[in-house]
T-cell receptor, first 112, second 114 residues
Framework: DAGITQSPRHKVTETGTPVTLRCHQTENHRYMYWYRQDPGHGLRLIHYSYGVKDTDKGEVSDGYSVSRSKTEDFLLTLESATSSQTSVYFC???????????FGPGTRLTVT | AQSVTQPDIHITVSEGASLELRCNYSYGATPYLFWYVQSPGQGLQLLLKYFSGDTLVQGIKGFEAEFKRSQSSFNLRKPSVHWSDAAEYFCAVGYTGTASKLTFGTGTRLQVTL
């Protein structure tokens, strides 16, 4: 158990509204990641962080932003949610120098 | 760009039968390779990993995988499948100097018949 929690676990929102998902870890890992999971696509990296205030884009970053003001928290924001962003979102951490990633329980987001 | 291919979207096996799930990666450097399992409605759990050394690696729940550089493959195997192994399985690859990022395959869903 890597001590990763995600909130909320489920959310339904309307098109055009802003949404923020939170990932919290208890073990001070440097690297954190946000993925989305969609049928037929596996997991795709949205954004990642390699330290406080250090973030970078993944392969599907359009429409998403992130922030990391504390080591333990990594926030994913959908500035204006669209139906194409309906998905399950997973946060992960990486154990330094191991490349192993451990995942949170996920957030199911539905945009109507 | 690195990529991972899992050619089988869905596999059905009988309980007690052997299992092999295929994974191919494409890139020139030495990869770090992983298999994850996801039960319905759950997060992903690390089954096993390959970094270097012995090309046959053992994981949890009786799974093993073999790294074959010549075939760019990292297939997952289990000698005797249990009904509780029904889940989705993901192969992933990472490389040195990439901020520990992983690229995932699209997954193989395993169904186990009794």
């Amino acid at each position: 158990d890597a001590g990763i929690t995600q909130s909320p676990r489920h959310k339904v929102t309307e098109t055009g509204t802003p949404v923020t998902l939170r990932c919290h870890q208890t073990e001070n890992h440097r690297y954190m990641y946000w993925y989305r999971q969609d049928p037929g696509h596996g997991l795709r990296l949205i954004h990642y962080s390699y330290g406080v205030k250090d973030t970078d884009k993944g392969e599907v970053s359009d429409g998403y932003s992130v922030s990391r003001s504390k080591t333990e928290d990594f926030l994913l924001t959908l500035e204006s949610a669209t139906s194409s962003q309906t998905s399950v979102y997973f946060c992960a951490i990486s154990v330094e120098n191991s490349y192993e990633q451990y995942f949170g329980p996920g957030t199911r987001l539905t945009v109507t | 760009a690195q990529s991972v291919t899992q050619p089988d979207i869905h596999i059905t096996v009988s309980e007690g039968a052997s299992l092999e799930l295929r994974c191919n990666y494409s890139y020139g450097a030495t990869p770090y390779l992983f298999w994850y399992v996801q039960s319905p409605g759950q997060g992903l759990q690390l089954l096993l990993k390959y970094f270097s050394g012995d090309t046959l690696v053992q994981g949890i729940k009786g799974f093993e995988a073999e790294f074959k550089r010549s075939q760019s493959s990292f297939n997952l195997r289990k000698p005797s499948v249990h009904w509780s192994d029904a889940a989705e399985y993901f192969c992933a690859v990472g490389y040195t100097g990439t901020a520990s990022k992983l690229t995932f395959g699209t997954g193989t869903r395993l169904q186990v018949t009794l």
